[in-house]
């Protein structure tokens, strides 16, 4: 099912001011071009391993990202990197990651699914479908338990919508009034699966009703209607009122990893989406009809993006892999 057509191309930029949607404008395009480059340092067989991309979904964590205040939380899964850029982690320690290297995040021996940043509160990246879910209760119940009012955002997707962790964390989450926002980020598909293959009802939001939590769903093609929706849900969490449960409808424009046939949808599908919904297309017409940019001084941006990026591939090739006496540190037991 595609997300419902709202407001995103259409929208009034009465509220929103020329600084904001410039804002989101650069988070999302940093986020796609440092995606881009890392599909082709994984081509060029400089990543290895798993590496899922974020490509279409950009407005989703960009929205939810400006709601929030020093000291907010987020963990998600697998498909992370957006998350980590936009909370502010730097580009050369996430491709260093991504790429092995010592200069990484976790010292080149995380890769892709597992980063972690405690100065921007990001405790990751997971690996286990749905893992996190239980785990961002917890990080909630810290800010509880210590009586300040930050709030968690637990990320996850439709697949893991249906895991059974999911409903007993929302069960003791709302027994408790966590402060946690619990965003599903319904991209269509779990690998292969599409919601209408695994899912009777498909509004997986209304699943929180059992447990008396409220939510909604949220267009997250549209980083305006995602982030109204954001500060909606973090003032629920922050006023003590216990979780809030966000399905944000947006679409994966590559396949679920690297390795992925994409026999599962049709090209159309895909295109038809790219071409009337895309996220960053979408503000960058606001921002043109609105004039407060133009065409010259969005060119001006993607090139200063590219810079960055390409810094943090150039970054990450001249870091080191990690020492082999690496392979006995940073373990548990
Ligand atoms: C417990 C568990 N079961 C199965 C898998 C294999 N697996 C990895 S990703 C995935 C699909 C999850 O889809 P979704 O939650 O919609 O997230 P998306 O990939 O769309 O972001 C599956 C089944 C896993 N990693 N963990
Ligand atoms: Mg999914």
Redesign the pocket.
């Known amino acids: 099912m595609a997300p419902k057509k709202t407001t995103a191309n259409t929208a009034s930029t009465a509220n929103v001011s020329k600084d904001e949607l410039l804002k989101y404008y650069k988070d999302m395009l940093l986020i796609r071009r440092f995606e881009e480059k890392a599909g082709q340092l994984y081509g060029m067989g400089l990543i290895g391993g798993f590496c899922?991309l974020y490509i279409g979904?950009e407005a989703v964590v960009v929205g939810l990202e400006a709601a929030t205040k020093e000291g907010d939380k987020r963990i998600t899964?697998?498909?992370d990197h957006g998350h980590m850029l936009a909370c502010g982690m730097n580009p050369d320690g996430v491709m260093a990651e991504l790429t092995g290297r010592e200069g990484g995040y976790s010292k080149g021996k995380g890769g892709s699914m597992h980063m972690f940043s405690k100065e921007k509160h990001f405790y990751g990246g997971h690996?286990?479908?749905?893992?996190q879910v239980p785990l961002g209760a917890g990080l909630a119940f810290s800010d509880k338990y210590k009586g300040n009012d930050n709030v968690t955002f637990a990320y996850?997707?439709?697949?893991?919508?249906?895991?059974g962790q999911v409903y007993e964390t929302y069960n003791m989450a709302q027994l408790w009034d966590l402060p946690v926002i619990f965003v599903i980020?319904?991209?269509?598909?779990?690998?292969g699966?599409s919601?209408q293959r695994s899912t009777k009802s498909p509004s997986l939001w209304e699943r929180g009703a059992a447990y008396g939590i409220k939510g909604e769903e949220v267009d997250g093609m549209d980083v305006l209607a995602v982030k109204e929706a954001s500060e909606k849900a973090v003032a629920h969490c922050r006023a003590g009122k216990g979780p809030y449960i966000l399905e944000v409808k947006t679409y994966?424009y590559r396949g679920?990893?690297m390795s992925d046939p994409a026999k599962y949808r049709s090209r159309e599908e895909v295109q038809k989406m790219k071409d009337e919904r895309d996220p960053i297309e979408a503000v960058r017409s606001l921002l043109l009809t609105g004039n407060h940019a133009t065409e010259e001084d969005l060119k001006a941006i993607d090139k200063d993006i590219k810079v960055v990026v390409n810094a943090s591939a150039e970054f990450a090739k001249a870091s080191p892999e990690p020492a082999l006496e690496e392979l006995w540190t940073d373990i548990y037991a």
Request: charged share 15%; aromatic share 10%.
């Open positions: 899922h979904q899964s697998y498909r690996g286990i479908v749905g893992a996850f997707g439709d697949g893991a919508a249906n895991q980020e319904n991209n269509q598909y779990a690998m699966t919601v994966r679920h990893s």
